[in-house]
């Protein structure tokens, strides 16, 4: 069975632009979740998406946003990037009973210059 | 909202030495815990967990953790390190509320010396 795929691995923006990163969750996999990685704020939650609908989200600010399609994949978009966005982004999926752990990705490593 | 610390950042081992990482956690109501492992170059990869029941919980590759309620505490144990076992391993909880939410504990990077 392929693991979570995160799409593009690398990435590098310029301040102000915009990003959009991509996630194919584990086949029948219906729960997408969004972290954060940075050296200095550790692992952070962004959101959870589940059947289409967002149903956890994280402090961040309004210009981390996500959805989620019908066949399960998720995209998380940045907007107005800072320079402070610059983290590894890692994308879980998980089935739909709640004791089932997350499998994450491999992420996908974005830099602000 | 909850937190997790995890107060040794950086432990350094010989082989068949004993390993115990700490990890508290803060949050009033009930709690779900794990242990995450990430490898040199791989992904997260969950060690073991805990929902409810026997409060000794085994997991993958000989690892296990103890959850101590009157403690706050999820340390995770393993009685023989091995060199293959350098890595850097994640604390995390959820409420029951926001299963789908950890919240991570900043990371213990364990160096296992041959």
């Known amino acids: 069975k392929a693991g979570v795929t995160q799409t593009p691995r690398y990435l590098i923006k310029t301040r102000g632009q915009q990003v959009t990163l991509s996630c194919s969750p584990i086949?029948?996999?219906?729960?997408v979740s969004w972290y954060q990685q940075t050296p200095g704020q550790g692992l952070q939650f962004l959101f959870e998406?589940?059947?289409?609908?967002?149903?956890n989200k994280g402090n961040f600010p309004g210009r981390f946003s996500g959805r989620q399609f019908s066949n399960s994949r998720s995209e998380m978009n940045v907007s107005t990037l800072e320079l402070g966005d610059s983290a590894l982004y890692l994308c879980?999926?998980?089935?739909?009973?709640?004791?089932?752990?997350?499998?994450f990705g491999n992420g996908t490593r974005l830099t602000v210059t | 909202a909850q937190s997790v610390s995890q107060h040794n950042h950086h432990v350094i081992l010989s082989e068949a030495a004993s390993l115990e990482l700490g990890c508290n956690y803060s949050?009033?109501?009930?709690?779900?815990l794990f242990w995450y492992v990430q490898y040199p170059g791989q992904h997260l990869q969950l060690l073991l967990k805990?929902?409810?029941?026997?409060?000794l919980v085994k997991g993958i590759k000989g690892f296990e953790a103890e959850f101590i309620k009157s403690k706050f505490s999820f340390n995770l144990r393993k009685p023989s390190v091995q060199w293959s076992d350098t890595a850097e391993y994640f604390c995390a909880v959820t409420s029951d509320t926001g299963r789908r939410a950890l919240t991570f504990g900043s990371g213990t990077r364990l160096q296992v010396q041959p």
């Open positions: 949050y009033g109501g009930t709690v779900n």
């Open positions: 805990y929902f409810s029941g026997d409060p």
């Open positions: 086949s029948g996999h219906r729960s």
């Open positions: 998406y589940f059947s289409e609908t967002q149903r």
């Open positions: 879980a999926s998980s089935p739909s009973d709640w004791n089932s752990p997350l499998h």
